[in-house]
């Protein structure tokens, strides 16, 4: 059992950048694969970025690809996601979710532990 924590929202002009965490305890996390989600008003949750638990394989939307990373430090069981040159349409609350021994997938039926969300907001 693994229980998670997103914060590092807030509100931020285009162009600018946030950090995302995702604080696990509970659990060894340094097994777990993490991917993060984001859901906007009116739309379906939407896949954003994940890492394998291994650390070894990331993936990212193609909305993403080249402004978003995502990374992970097992010593502090938090899983990251940088986001630079925001666009107004990242606008969403954004979750971070953990499945065991996941290499990473895009579906949100794929992971069985999720956060409460942090919301991102950008501004035009």
């Known amino acids: 059992q693994v229980q998670l924590v997103e914060s590092g929202g807030g509100l931020v002009q285009t162009g600018g950048s946030l950090r995302l965490s995702c604080a696990a305890s509970g659990s060894t996390f340094s097994s777990y694969g993490v991917g993060w989600f984001r859901q906007a008003p009116g739309k379906e949750r939407e896949f954003v970025a994940s890492?394998?638990?291994?650390?070894?394989?990331?993936d990212y939307a193609d909305s993403v690809k080249g402004r978003f990373t995502i990374s992970r430090d097992n010593a502090k069981n938090t899983v990251y996601l940088q986001m630079n040159s925001l666009k107004p349409e990242d606008t969403a609350v954004h979750y971070c979710?953990?499945?065991?021994?996941?290499?990473?997938?895009?579906?949100?039926?794929?992971?069985?532990?999720w956060g409460q969300g942090t919301q991102v907001t950008v501004s035009s």
């Open positions: 979710a953990a499945q065991r021994y996941s290499s990473g997938s895009v579906y949100p039926n794929a992971y069985h532990y």
């Open positions: 890492i394998s638990w291994s650390g070894g394989r990331t």
